[in-house]
């Protein structure tokens, strides 16, 4: 490739995504992050995936963990997805109101929609792994009309319909 990454990575960003926190327990600590690669792959059996830099801090949390939650923000969680990008787990959770699910795993309490999920397989892809679930359970916590919080040429936005 003869253009560069930053090129790239610049050209990637005019291509808006929805905004998730992905939770995970394991070995009795929560653990957490931002994620906006977050998309659906099959309903029959109903698969989903995101993606996680091989090199992050987190990746070994959430194979170990098993599983995870991709929990999906509103518009009006914008400060909940800055917060979940930096400082300990222990921070991010802090004071946050979770239900615990039969998994053992958080979710966040109104975020709009949730899915938990077994984490089916890891495929290697580049710097990235691809972690695909299989969904075990899932749910509507907010208002179904809630403006979903987007994000696109690094920065947060709304989509209105």
Request: charged residues 15%; glycine residues 10%.
């Amino acid at each position: 490739m003869t253009q560069s990454i930053q090129h790239l990575k610049e050209t990637m960003a005019c291509f808006g995504t929805g905004v998730t926190i992905i939770t995970a327990h394991h070995a009795g600590h929560d653990f957490g992050m931002t994620c906006n690669s977050f998309n659906t792959v099959s309903l029959e059996p109903a698969l989903v995936l995101w993606s996680l830099r091989q090199a992050s801090g987190n990746r070994a949390h959430f194979e170990a963990a098993g599983g995870y939650t991709v929990n999906i923000l509103s518009h009006a969680q914008q400060p909940l997805a800055m917060r979940f990008t930096k400082g300990s787990h222990e921070e991010r959770f802090a004071g946050l109101e979770l239900a615990r699910l039969p998994t053992g795993r958080p979710q966040i309490v109104g975020c709009t929609a949730w899915f938990d999920c077994a984490l089916e397989q890891i495929i290697p892809a580049g710097d990235h792994d691809i972690m695909l679930g299989r969904v075990l359970s899932f749910g509507v916590n907010a208002d179904a009309n809630a403006e979903p919080l987007i994000y696109a040429r690094r920065q947060f936005g709304r989509l209105v319909v």
